[in-house]
């Protein structure tokens, strides 16, 4: 003989009819309003972080134009010492070798 477990008999009975219930809930008109205006919500939620993306990279690359002009300037004036110093250099260098002479 078949034992039948009333137990799991109803547990089982019970999902089918949540699931039964559950699936016309989720078809319903209501159900789709609800899912509707959830994706608007969502659609409105990636337009606001798009707008806040654009302008940190906006910003982001005013700050690397700008490092990158402060270096440039820099590398500049560094050279511009650099030929000086090596100008004032050659200078001693001829003043030294004409006193030797």
Known sequence: MIK???KHSGVFAAGVL????????????DAKKVYTNCTA???RAK?????TVSKVQENAE???AEAQQINEDRAAAE???EDTAEEE???ETEETA????
Do not use: H
């Open 4 to 6: 039948i477990d009333k």
């Open 18 to 29: 949540f699931g039964t219930a559950g699936i016309k809930l989720l078809s319903s008109k």
């Open 41 to 43: 919500a969502v659609l």
């Open 47 to 51: 337009d606001c972080v798009m707008k």
């Open 62 to 64: 005013d700050i690397y």
């Open 79 to 81: 050279e511009a010492f």
């Open 89 to 91: 250099n050659f200078k």
């Open 98 to 101: 004409a006193e030797e002479e």
